[in-house]
């Protein structure tokens, strides 16, 4: 698996950095297959600068150690090529293998408070991350590096992308959402949802050991989805 990470990629009244990576996803599925891409919520203390709701972005392709070059060079000259003036891209790029419990530890730091853009680079470094500053001040460095190692430790996040589930709508049963490419239907105290019907619009899976779980809770005479980070 290869991780492809995107943060700080717009400005107010512009498209997201979720919409700049299914893009991209769109294009690198053209040479390897598409995973899913998740969605990542940062900290949201006061001093750290952001313009939607400090989320990054993770593109997770089944894809080769050996392709890192290849995917860092074409998802470079994708990001900037769209480079919306005044944003801050940072993109962080890495194989499973490559990606430290230190990285993992850096990404619920960001995740949970403020960290300084000198810190990504100097953990970055001490790691051997591949991490680029794509324009503005690059503080988008710090949501990149921090994704990258939360989508690695398999506990954080949403899908946004993932096999057929933007096609389903409305009341479906539990073995569609299982069909479109979802793990398990589960209830936040873990019990395992095996039938019923599920209301499907927009639906976000939360990534949990490593797999896309989706959390609901019983409306009436169906489930509900939760969107869980």
Request: hydrophobic share 40%; charged share 20%; with cysteine.
């Amino acid at each position: 698996m290869i991780y492809i990470a995107l943060d700080d990629t717009d400005m107010l009244d512009t498209r997201g950095t979720g919409h700049l990576a299914r893009e991209i996803a769109a294009k690198l599925a053209e040479t390897y297959p598409l995973v899913g891409v998740t969605r990542h919520q940062l900290s949201s203390d006061p001093r750290v600068p952001c313009t939607h709701k400090n989320s990054s972005a993770v593109i997770h392709l089944d894809a080769p150690a050996d392709a890192v070059p290849d995917l860092l060079a074409q998802t470079k000259a994708l990001m900037l090529a769209d480079f919306i003036l005044g944003s801050d891209p940072g993109l962080c790029v890495a194989a499973d293998e490559q990606v430290p419990e230190a990285i993992t530890e850096f990404g619920y730091k960001a995740k949970n408070g403020y960290v300084p853009q000198s810190e990504a680079w100097a953990v970055a470094a001490q790691h051997g991350m591949s991490l680029f500053g794509l324009g503005g001040t690059e503080d988008g460095v710090i949501g990149a590096l921090a994704s990258v190692g939360l989508a690695a430790g398999g506990e954080d996040g949403r899908y946004i992308i993932l096999g057929t589930i933007r096609e389903l709508e409305g009341l479906q049963p539990v073995s569609a959402v299982l069909e479109a490419g979802i793990t398990a239907v589960s209830t936040t105290d873990g019990t395992l949802i095996t039938n019923g019907m599920v209301l499907c619009d927009r639906l976000r899976p939360a990534r949990r050991n490593g797999r896309p779980i989706l959390f609901v809770e019983q409306e009436n005479d169906y489930w509900l989805p939760l969107k869980l980070d």
